[in-house]
């Protein structure tokens, strides 16, 4: 079946300009996270959706970052007024749910990833 | 969420077995370990999972100490297309990939 996937591929942007991410899930997963991985580095963690729960937003680096999921389907993380420290490859992963009483469930399938670049 | 720490990096010859360790000391005791891999380029893909028994699939075994503070991934017969940097999690309510181990599979 199809996997997440993101688009775009690949973006450039000039610095000051706001950019939308998007993301789709698997169909049927409730829960949506969204990573960032700086060149050389691991991955950031920094939102997730689960059902119609409140997002955790932890992990947003400043309220220039923002996302919104439409019920159970597609997700967009929108940066404003971007930096050149916001260049970045910006992955999605999507799992059935995320309860710790079903751990199987829990296994995150990740899209390929948004190459975001910052002039 | 319990933190990890994994060697930043390893070699492995060709058909040898990997062994990728990981410690875990912090993890509570309902949390599950987890084992991602990212090859250059691509998305993390998920290899197995385990609370405090060993498990094995068809992509590598993984063997959880009693104490559960620390595990050890295995790949009985590493390939060259083994070479990814290789990610021990452990679940809280988001998963803290950190820096994971680099894994080179040498010919």
């Known amino acids: 079946g199809a996997g997440v996937s993101q688009s775009p591929s690949n973006k450039v942007t000039e610095k000051g300009k706001d950019v939308e991410l998007r993301c789709d899930p698997i169909s049927g997963h409730t829960a949506l996270y969204w990573y960032r991985q700086r060149l050389g580095q691991g991955l950031e963690f920094l939102i997730y959706f689960q059902g119609n729960s409140a997002p955790d937003k932890s992990g947003l680096p400043s309220d220039r970052f923002s996302a919104e999921r439409t019920g159970e389907s597609v997700s967009t993380l929108t940066i404003q007024r971007t930096q050149q420290e916001d260049s970045a490859v910006y992955l999605c992963?999507?799992?059935?749910?995320?309860?710790?009483?079903?751990?199987?469930?829990?296994?995150?399938?990740f899209g390929p990833g948004t190459r975001l670049t910052v002039l | 969420d319990a933190k990890t720490t994994q060697p930043p990096s390893m070699d492995c010859a060709e058909g040898r077995a990997a062994n990728l360790p990981c410690n875990h000391s912090t993890i509570s005791g309902n949390e599950y370990v987890y084992w991602y891999r990212q090859i250059h380029s691509q998305g993390p893909q998920y290899i197995i999972h385990?609370?405090?028994n060993n498990e094995t699939n068809e992509m590598a075994s993984l063997i959880i100490t009693e104490d559960r503070k620390s595990s050890t991934l295995i790949l009985p017969h590493a390939t060259l297309r083994d070479t990814a940097v290789y990610y021990c999690i452990v679940r809280g309510n988001q998963f803290y990939f950190g820096t994971g181990t680099s894994l080179t599979v040498i010919p």
């Open positions: 385990g609370l405090k």
């Open positions: 992963a999507s799992s059935l749910s995320s309860g710790a009483a079903a751990p199987a469930q829990n296994t995150q399938y």
